[in-house]
């Protein structure tokens, strides 16, 4: 319970929004420039943009999961040249709500925290004590760009809670289907773009003692996510508004419901290996990763990191975006389901909310971005960190190429993160992926949990538009 | 009288009820038998996995995947070192040490002398007093972990091994005083007003005359609260978030984490073995003792 | 009462009974009045809503789910672990060859010390242990079952099949709590007077009525102990859910009371909800307790014990 919860990150997603509307949201949203917290200001200036005093202290409480902590202290470091009187205390933690709980309510929480993992903060619960950081993208960064201009498109969705970007998430998460070169090349197969060719190829995996694919019990719910982004990319943006507004029958959408009758076919087949409802994921991963024992695994771009120790050697890792139900699809095959994870948030009752905000622009500024993409394998949102050779990682190789591939066609979604319900639709999940009910049974069973949270008046709801 | 002369007076028991008398049936052989049998099977299955977690403590990752049933390719530390070293499980053990020593001496102290008073005065609100502690016994320890969170907090002691203590003997004292007040009660109190008659006072006749005589009990509930205190979870996990004073249960719960990041099964194996040999070695020699304390213990 | 008496009084049951009311009863007792309210765990203000998280835990069909998960295991792991310790605890004092009072089997402490091996390591390990023998291809159960050609067991999902998936947890539990209640009882048989047994035998009493008739009846308060702790762990279980089933089971049929109330702390942001959630699960504990006595006192009046 104090890992790094890579099944939330699975779903720390965003709104999809085309491009241009994103841009539209960034600049709607800046030019705030209240200091509401506490603690004594100091100029604001080019250098010092949100006006940090420039003593005392900073006090950063960092999710110490996959990525550690160490590559906000290296931000910290390289603040620290600008604003030599000021202390920057960089904390790690394993259990943000439980340990940050407190210090919420007694109205003294951290000036800048990394909000993740399997115990995070639902962002829904606390958003109103939280500072607005579109003037964090408004500023420049250390070296004189203004900072939303050197991000991915779309980054601030995730952190957009009715109009307020009340989280930054760092880490750009590309959501693929991932498998390995080596062994499609040996083999001669080719990565399906659509259910049918998926189902062509479980054939092929069969015959030759495999399995298509793979799943442990904490992560059923990657298929739902591999099953939403194909029924998206499938129907188009009325799939996914369907969805993240929770409407009624929002599951018997046909592109959703084609895509689960395909992935009913694949496991009836048997192209699914069995006993995923009884393993951990991270045993089912090294199935994949190390014994290849199935072909496709779909997962968030963090699947290379997690799995270094455990992959076969000369694997080749690479990913594929996620299958298209037919071939005339409303988005196109390349379309990606991406988004940033890795939420940072600022509290507005902390001492030095300025400061927070200061050593969020510093890890945004090409220095730091690029160190942690460096270290990490993996890209932060600021765009142009990671070279062409991936720092020699094809999995990296692949994720900078599919991303470039989809342009602007980048979507994703959040309900599922937004409102907790993870939990609860794993349990439908490993039923379906196990064969113990059908997609109609599935259906039936998501709806009810979607339907329940619609009609909690206790929940409070977000308009996706 | 001491637990040892305890036992000893429970196998030397034994030993003179076990004479033969008369050798009747023959139905007697399969009775021994059987249960010779049942026996065996029984301690296979409680054997086996730990055998099986044994071996695996010795293998890579890898080749528990691949071969999760042959015997370890080499029989390397690396595991050890890894599981002490890397995932920590040394530090953990020191902090469950003194967590769980303090917090045990801290319990058997307040819980003796609470039980003691409890079972030899009457007093006004000394039922009620009683049924509070007995009504702590059934709580969910669930119940009382946030508004506790504030309590620790508010005193300045959350997240740090003392606040663990004060947290541990708080929910170990009910079971404590729900098992010694009944040997308390048990004995005679003529003793307790002799020795007050001798001059005695209140507390030299708890210290010196009814708590030597209740030690047979002390011993048997100081090894349930041991237990029962080195395996406690949900405190530690809830209270205790500070890394660096990690006890062992939460170390080890990091590997049962839900969203496990790159578990390491190897290490998990060897973090077991390392978790359980030190208990189990404190069990076997002291088993004779333990068994004695038992039955002495549990007799009232 | 003397000063002095009242010093005493005050030092060695006022100190400790304050201590515990601070961490004990005061917290049980503020998580009873935040059941009255729907905070949320974050925000400094609350509102009271009177008993409206209650009706809706009525209706909440998961948690309706947990708490019979949970009580089918309260029923279940006492009963089954108390009688095969008790069956065990049984061959080993009294399945000697001999017709004498009672007689130990020959290896007997082998098989004690043994038993009792479950009971030294911590119940979080005991969960990750069973969880990596159940694994469907790398554990030891599916390994042994098909080595035998049982072949129907290749990825066999004890943890994650409905029909398998309590058993087997409960299994674990069971596994790790036997061999200490047998421990307890092998003490407790002993120091039952060897004169009833003779009584017994001369009465023309087989091995089995022996038991019946003069075993059990002398153990009886330590049965109820047991039962009454077992119940109570079987009602928490969180530990070993935590390792074995983090996520419910499938289709939640491990879920526990403790799991969803976490669950709805934590993840959802409801403290108020889990706070109700948590004096449900108190006031079945009590009850629980309250019926054993019950019972147990019914039977010990017919008795005239």
């Avoid at chain 1, 939330?8 to 949201?25: K, M, Q, S």
């Avoid at chain 2, 406690?232 to 719960?253: C, H, I, K, R, W």
């Avoid at chain 3, 066999?156 to 409960?170: C, D, N, Q, R």
């Amino acid at each position: 319970m104090d890992r790094r919860s890579v099944l939330r990150l699975a779903f720390a997603g965003g709104v999809a929004l085309p491009a241009l509307a994103l841009t539209g949201c960034a600049t709607g949203g800046g030019g705030s420039e209240t200091n509401t917290g506490g603690g004594a200001a100091g100029e604001k200036s080019e250098k010092n943009p949100f006006g940090m005093a420039d003593s005392g202290t900073v006090e950063a409480v960092i999710f110490n999961g996959g990525y550690g902590f160490d590559y906000v202290t290296f931000a910290a470091d390289v603040a620290k040249k600008n604003h030599s009187g000021v202390t920057f205390d960089v904390k790690p933690s394993t259990q943000i709500a439980q340990e940050l709980q407190p210090r919420f309510v007694g109205g003294n929480p951290p000036d800048l925290i990394d909000n993740s993992g399997a115990n995070q903060i639902g962002l829904t619960t606390i958003a109103e004590q939280l500072e607005d950081l579109s003037d964090v993208f408004e500023a420049k960064n250390l070296e004189g760009t203004t900072i939303k201009d050197t991000l991915y498109p779309g980054v601030e969705a995730p952190g957009t809670l009715n109009g307020k970007l009340v989280a930054i998430n760092y880490v750009q998460t590309v959501y693929a289907l991932w498998y390995s070169g080596s062994l499609f090349e040996q083999n001669g197969w080719t990565v399906p773009k659509t259910w049918d060719e998926a189902i062509a190829l479980g054939a092929q995996a069969k015959s030759k003692g495999k399995f298509l694919f793979l799943w442990g019990k904490e992560a059923a719910t990657y298929y739902q996510t591999l099953a939403i982004a194909s029924a998206i990319k499938e129907g188009g943006d009325e799939v996914r508004l369907a969805l993240e507004n929770l409407e009624e029958k929002c599951w018997s959408n046909p592109a959703v419901q084609g895509v689960f009758k395909a992935m009913e076919t694949v496991i009836k087949n048997g192209y699914v290996k069995p006993g995923g409802g009884g393993t951990q994921f991270t045993a089912a991963q090294a199935q994949w990763s190390n014994g290849q024992e199935a072909l496709l695994y779909p997962s968030g771009s963090w699947i290379e990191n997690e799995m270094k120790d455990q992959t076969k050697d000369g694997f080749k890792m690479m990913g594929a975006p996620e299958f298209t139900l037919t071939g005339n699809s409303k988005m196109p095959y390349e379309a990606l389901h991406a988004a940033a994870g890795e939420p940072f948030i600022v509290p507005s009752k902390s001492k030095n909310p300025a400061g927070g905000k200061e050593l969020l622009r510093v890890m945004l500024s090409k220095e730091a971005a690029t160190n942690f993409a460096k270290t990490k394998l993996a890209p932060t949102i600021v765009k142009d960190t990671v070279p062409a050779d991936g720092f020699g990682s094809t999995a990296l190789q692949s994720q900078s190429k599919m991303l470039s591939d989809a342009g602007d066609n980048v979507f994703t979604w959040k309900f599922v993160d937004n409102y907790g319900m993870n939990q609860d639709m794993l349990v439908p999940w490993n039923a379906f992926l196990s064969g113990q009910i059908d997609a109609a049974r599935l259906t039936t069973q998501l709806q009810g949990i979607t339907d329940k949270v619609r009609n909690d008046p206790q929940v409070k709801k977000e308009k996706v538009s | 009288m001491s637990a040892t002369d305890v036992s000893a007076r429970a196998t030397s028991g034994r030993a003179t009820q076990s004479r033969n008398e008369s050798p009747t049936a023959g139905s007697d052989k399969v009775v021994t038998v059987v249960s010779h049998i049942v026996l065996t099977i029984w301690s296979i299955i409680v054997i086996l996995p730990l055998l099986w977690v044994f071996l695996s403590s010795w293998k890579t990752t890898r080749e528990i995947f691949d071969s999760p049933f042959a015997l370890p390719q080499t029989w390397s530390f690396d595991n050890y070192v890894g599981a002490w070293t890397d995932s920590g499980i040394g530090k953990y053990m020191l902090n469950s040490v003194i967590v769980v020593g303090c917090s045990l001496v801290l319990v058997m102290i307040l819980g003796a002398a609470a039980a003691y008073t409890l079972a030899r005065f009457t007093f006004f609100g000394s039922q009620i007093v009683y049924y509070l502690i007995l009504a702590g016994l059934t709580f969910p320890i669930f119940l009382a972990i946030v508004p506790l969170f504030f309590v620790l907090k508010n005193l300045g002691l959350l997240n740090t091994l003392p606040g663990l203590i004060a947290t541990y003997v708080a929910f170990a004292f009910p079971f404590t005083v729900f098992f010694l007040y009944p040997f308390f009660r048990g004995l005679p109190s003529e003793i307790a007003e002799a020795a007050e008659l001798d001059g005695a006072g209140e507390w030299r006749t708890f210290f010196q005359v009814m708590l030597p005589m209740a030690r047979p009990g002390i011993v048997a509930i100081a090894i349930f609260n041991f237990l029962g205190l080195w395996n406690q979870f949900l405190l530690p996990v809830a209270l205790n978030t500070n890394e660096d004073n990690y006890v062992l249960s939460q170390g080890m719960a990091r590997f049962a984490s839900q969203a496990g990041y790159a578990v390491d099964f190897g290490q998990l194996f060897a973090a077991v073995v390392i978790t359980i040999v030190p208990v189990l070695a404190v069990y076997i020699f002291t088993q004779r003792q333990l068994q004695g304390s038992l039955s002495q213990g549990t007799m009232k | 009462m003397s000063a002095n008496r009242l010093v005493f009084i005050l030092v060695t049951l006022g100190l400790p009974f304050a201590f515990y009311t601070l961490f004990v009863l005061w917290p049980f007792a503020q998580a009873f009045i935040y059941s009255l309210t729907n905070w949320s765990g974050f925000s400094p203000n609350f509102e009271f809503v009177g008993l409206s998280n209650y009706t809706a835990l009525l209706q909440n069909a998961t948690f309706l789910k947990a708490v019979r998960n949970n009580l089918l295991m309260a029923v279940v792991i006492p009963i089954v672990t108390i009688a095969l310790a008790l069956a065990l605890a049984t061959m080993v004092t009294v399945g000697g060859s001999s017709t004498g009072a009672v007689r130990g089997l020959s290896r007997s402490s082998f098989y004690r010390i043994v038993s009792f091996f479950p009971y030294t390591i911590p119940a979080i390990v005991i969960g990750l242990v069973w969880a990596q023998m159940f694994d469907p291809s790398s554990g030891l159960i599916n390994g042994l079952l098909t080595a035998v050609g049982l072949d129907q067991f290749r990825s066999f999902a004890w943890l994650g099949e409905v029909s398998t998936a309590m058993p087997a947890t409960m299994f674990v539990i069971i596994w790790g709590f036997v061999g200490f209640y047998m421990v307890l009882f092998i003490a407790a048989i002993k120091g039952i007077p060897a004169e009833l047994y003779d009584a017994a035998r001369v009465d023309g009493a087989g091995r089995l009525r022996m038991t019946f008739m003069v075993t059990i009846p002398m153990v009886r308060d330590t049965i109820q102990t047991a039962y009454v702790y077992l119940g109570i762990l079987a009602l928490d279980a969180f530990v070993y859910m935590a390792a074995l089933n983090p996520s419910g089971g499938p289709q939640n049929s491990t879920l526990t009371m403790t799991q969803d109330l976490f669950n709805t702390a934590f993840k959802k942001g409801q403290f108020g909800m889990a706070s109700a959630m948590g004096v449900v699960l108190a006031v079945m504990t009590l009850l629980f307790a309250a019926i054993v006595f019950v019972v147990i006192r019914a039977i010990k009046g017919k008795d005239n014990r």
